[in-house]
């Protein structure tokens, strides 16, 4: 094990922490090109990067942090070397930011976190994330109607429509919910969270689902079988079924310190 | 009409990854606490990464 030295113009990213043992294939260079090295203390390991204090340190985060432009590609690298990471071996990935000053101080922070750590570690060994999204991209047809001939089958045509929608938006939901618990059958974990808001997603279709689920690697075949068993019987609704991963396990990274309930 | 896969590397979607920063991963304190009257200001820095007008450029 090389102890890194001490460098004051210098502060180290953590990206997450991995068992030390198990993560020997990791991912070369991470935020600016910075080597990805272990940080170890006993069976855990920090993933961390040294990155110049001048780009990184305090001040700049106070200053910088509010800007778009300087916190995405900083997000994004610190997904990169996790992203890369989880697909070899177990890893918790950390909220940014994650500096410390020094070797010393990661290792104190191992220390000090061992057990919520090791519990973390434990609950996703041998699991990734995956997320699935389920979008309305066609809406059913609407039944033709007859031609209304007087004012009052009219009104009636027009709350048949309105009864007709309504029911429609139920079954969907229905749908959508059974697809859920379908996926989840073949997750360890699941979480359904909110839509999301189209004007952040940039996406038109609207979001009936947005869930995330820690799937076992050993069990990826049965989980995306489901999910494109899923889609098939969507596509009669107009709904499909979007897939992102595998991602490191973000959304399960509480599973140390909270009782987990699974959404029904 | 497959399943669309979206990977987690350079052709993830920014929104999905903000969403995992802002309400996941796991939160060791470290040398730089940003917060300001007890608002954490990284997790703002992240809802405006996402803000509508707003497009960002590329690393």
Same mark, same amino acid.
């Given at each position: ?7 004051? /113009?210098? &502060?180290?990213?953590? #990206? %997450? ?7 020997? +294939?990791?991912?070369?260079? %991470? ?7 272990? &940080?170890?203390?006993?069976? !855990? ?5 040294? !990155?110049?204090?001048?780009? #990184?340190? /305090? ?9 778009? +432009? ?6 994004? $690298?610190? $997904?990169?070397? @996790? ?12 909220? *940014?930011?994650?500096? #410390? ?20 570690? /434990? ?13 309305? *991209? ?12 007087? %004012?009052?089958? #009219? =009104? ?16 969907? $939901? ?6 859920? %618990?379908? *996926?989840? /059958? ?22 009936? @689902?947005?869930?995330?689920? =820690? ?47 699974? $959404?029904? | ?59």
């Amino acid at each position: 094990m090389v102890t890194m030295a001490r460098d004051p /113009e210098t &502060v180290l990213h953590a #990206y %997450g922490v991995v068992p030390a043992a198990d993560c020997v +294939d990791l991912p070369a260079t %991470g935020i600016d090109g910075s080597p990805v090295e272990l &940080v170890e203390v006993g069976e !855990l390991a920090a993933l961390v990067g040294r !990155l110049d204090a001048v780009r #990184y340190g /305090e001040d700049v985060w106070r200053a910088r942090a509010q800007d778009p +432009d300087w916190l995405a590609p900083f997000a994004l $690298q610190h $997904q990169e070397v @996790l992203g890369a990471v989880v697909t070899a071996c177990d890893v918790l990935p950390f909220r *940014i930011p994650g500096m #410390y000053d020094d070797e010393g101080r990661v290792r104190g922070m191992l220390e000090a976190e061992r057990d919520l750590l090791t519990r973390g570690l /434990e609950s996703v060994r041998g699991h990734v994330e995956w997320g699935v999204q389920v979008f309305l *991209i066609g809406t059913t047809e609407d039944e033709p109607v007859p031609r209304p001939r007087t %004012g009052r089958d #009219y =009104l009636r045509s027009r709350s048949e429509q309105a009864g007709s929608r309504q029911r429609g938006v139920e079954e969907r $939901q229905r749908t959508v919910l059974d697809a859920y %618990g379908a *996926i989840a /059958e073949a997750s360890t974990h699941s979480v359904a969270n909110p839509p999301q808001d189209p004007a952040l997603s940039k996406r038109r279709e609207p979001m009936l @689902l947005n869930s995330s689920h =820690l799937v076992p690697r050993t069990r990826e075949a049965p989980f995306f079988a489901v999910v494109a068993q899923v889609h098939a019987d969507l596509a009669g609704s107009g709904m499909a079924v979007e897939v992102s991963g595998p991602w490191p396990p973000y959304s399960f990274a509480h599973l140390a310190t909270e009782e987990l309930q699974d $959404q029904p | 009409m497959t399943v669309q896969h979206i990977g987690s590397g350079e052709e993830l979607a920014l929104v999905d990854l903000v969403d995992r920063l802002i309400g996941g991963g796991v939160v060791v304190h470290g040398d730089v606490v940003l917060s300001l009257a007890g608002v954490d200001l990284v997790y703002l820095g992240l809802r405006l990464v996402l803000a509508p007008a707003h497009e960002v450029v590329g690393r």
